[in-house]
């Protein structure tokens, strides 16, 4: 197990489980917008905290655009 969590890949998925435990966007309201087939768009938004995925479907890429204490911050995948 401990070699497990070494891995890229669980690393990134504690940090993206760390963000929506700790991030006050995700007690706000949520907004799905419209997008062509295949995306995915989603924003967060609670006072000036805010986090956005963006997901392509067809690449099986996403970002996640998000606001900590002011200050904006990507993860990409």
Do not use: C, H
């Not at 007690?27 to 995306?39: A, M, Q, R, Y």
């Not at 963006?54 to 990409?76: E, P, R, V, W």
């Amino acid at each position: 197990m401990e070699q497990g969590l070494k891995r890229d890949i669980v690393i990134d998925q504690l940090a993206i489980i760390r963000l929506r435990n700790s991030s006050q966007a995700f007690l706000g309201k949520v907004e799905i917008k419209d997008t062509p087939d295949g995306k995915l768009d989603i924003v967060w938004k609670n006072q000036v905290e805010s986090a956005q995925l963006k997901a392509d479907l067809k690449t099986l890429t996403f970002t996640i655009n998000y606001t900590q204490n002011g200050i904006a911050k990507s993860m990409a995948y």
